[in-house]
């Protein structure tokens, strides 16, 4: 067998060994690296009001590019409360939990119910859960008598109501 017949197979299966990490850098990681992030419950801290984060289905989060860090919340609400305050080209991702299955969901696309704090507690009183299936939120805002938004509603409302998180000393 002479040289040439030898690295044409070499050849094919380097191509293909790196088509296939490529590929699954891709699919692990997005064309933007987007990952979600980590928050050790009953350790991390809310970045807002300084409480032990240790409630799942309430926790938020947002990546900082400026502190190039995960910004972590007890209170979807404290997370609200935070953004406002930032410049908008500091944050790349924002994330919140399914209240039902305690799944990540990107903010843009949860639903959130905001509900009266007294009948509906969270960790710093803001009433607000979120919700990746809309049919999901709109009955348990029904149930609980509670006004359904999108992200940018959320915003704005906070924005027109400012609901301070209850502030721990």
Request: include cysteine.
């Amino acid at each position: 067998m002479n040289r040439k017949n030898l690295l044409l197979p070499l050849f094919i299966s380097i191509i293909l060994l790196i088509m296939a990490l490529l590929t699954v850098n891709f699919t692990l990681f997005g064309s933007d690296n987007r990952r979600t992030p980590e928050i050790y419950y009953g350790a991390d801290k809310c970045r807002f009001c300084g409480m032990v984060i240790s409630i799942k289905e309430f926790s938020a989060a947002y990546y900082s590019v400026g502190e190039e860090e995960w910004m972590k919340f007890d209170d979807i609400g404290c997370m609200l409360t935070s953004l406002l305050s930032e410049e908008s080209g500091n944050i790349k991702y924002v994330y919140v939990r399914d209240y039902y299955d305690g799944s990540w969901v990107p903010a843009e696309e949860a639903y959130y119910v905001l509900v009266d704090p007294h009948d509906f507690k969270t960790p710093m009183g803001t009433g607000i859960a979120a919700f990746k299936d809309k049919n999901l939120a709109e009955k348990f805002s029904l149930k609980n008598n509670g006004r359904l938004f999108v992200y940018e509603e959320i915003l704005n409302w906070f924005r027109e109501h400012p609901v301070m998180p209850m502030q721990m000393g």
